[in-house]
């Protein structure tokens, strides 16, 4: 990030739904995140994206492969422990040539408070490139959505599975009760 | 109980373009195909877990066609929590079938937790579905059949089978030819 970045341009979440938009994506599946707050909040208020919370990352993963059969496309969105419920699941679109486009917001990157976030977190780019996804890695919040942009286009365009992975550090850290820095 | 081929057949009869059904792995998958194989039939050979929210992504995305989830006991328990999405969502056009015959079949027919206490039906109504039925008795399967063909949704019936094993009647298994022909079946 550099000071030449302006309020309104760092605004990541605005971007990333404005691509939503540009896309023509018409589901989200999601757990929350602390990260994934404001652009969840803006995604609902959008008409026509229906926003679906599941139990379960995986379950995200099989209802954006149900989505493309019925020809819609889908964002799966969660932060960085729930790459850890989905490798299986990812079997789906790999075996089944269908695109994916997942946002997964980081956790357990230098500064992480909880460090039972650390091991899932580190282990991100090794599931995901196991699983056969690629990982686009995103640290300027000017670039979440253009980043957003190119890989749905990449992925509902050449049946692609692709991740963009936004660093802890675009998001801003979780503390608990004072502790560590103030949610972003 | 009932004979799993026959309720499948009679889940699937006189089906048209308006059908889109998702087979979870396994048996449920072997008795959609011999129940007549279907270009608008999605079979899965693994993603345990995966038909319901696989047909919830459908629902969503087609909500002028019926959409009908067909599996088995130990698929459903393996993704209980995606009852909970279908439940807070109430898709119209979305019905969930459990073939329920206590086993894992495709392993050997190990017991599932389905035989030692967990009602899936009920399970389904705590998670918010508001249409939900167990049925067991072949006298009771056209109201079963109509719940999941007809009924305003989300639908869950689990249908109580019989453990007896069937003939082998395998769907295709390349993953993108069956995704290709749903989706040009479906003009999508």
Known sequence: M??????AAADWSAD????????????????????????????????GIAMISVATEEDAIAQCCGAWLGGQRALAAMQSSGVGNIPNMLSLPRVCGMPLLMLVTMRGEPGETNPWQKSTGR?????????????????????????????????????????????????????FHGEGESDA | MLDRRAAVRALLNNR??????????????????????????????????????????????????????????GEMLMGLGSLTAVGAHKPANLAIVVLDNERYGETGMQRTNTGRGTN???????????????????????????????????????????SAMHDLVLPPRDGVQLTGRFRTALGV
């Open chain 1, 2 to 7: 550099t000071d030449s970045v302006s309020p």
């Open chain 1, 16 to 47: 990333a739904v404005a691509a939503l938009r540009a896309l023509d994506v018409r589901q989200v599946a999601y757990v929350p995140d602390a990260g994934l707050t404001r652009f969840l909040e803006l995604a609902a208020a959008e008409d």
């Open chain 1, 123 to 175: 282990a991100v780019p090794a599931l995901l490139d196991a699983m056969g996804v690629e990982l686009r890695r995103v640290e300027d919040p000017a670039g979440a959505g253009s980043a957003l942009a190119a890989a749905g286009a990449d992925a509902f365009e050449e049946d692609r599975r692709i991740c963009v992975q936004l660093a802890q550090s675009l998001i801003g850290f979780k503390g």
């Open chain 2, 16 to 73: 048209g373009g308006d059908l889109l059904v998702v087979a979870g792995l396994g048996a449920p998958a072997w008795d959609c195909t011999a129940a007549g194989d279907h270009d608008l039939t999605f079979p899965l050979w693994g993603a345990m877990g995966g038909a319901v929210p696989i047909g919830l992504g459908l629902a969503i995305a087609q909500p002028d066609k019926r959409v009908l989830v067909v599996t088995g006991d």
């Open chain 2, 120 to 162: 899936l039906a009920a399970v389904a109504k705590a998670s918010g579905i508001p249409v939900v039925a167990t049925v067991g008795s072949p006298a009771r399967l056209g109201e079963a059949v109509s719940l999941a063909r007809s009924a305003r949704g989300p639908v869950f019936v689990t249908l109580k089978i019989e």
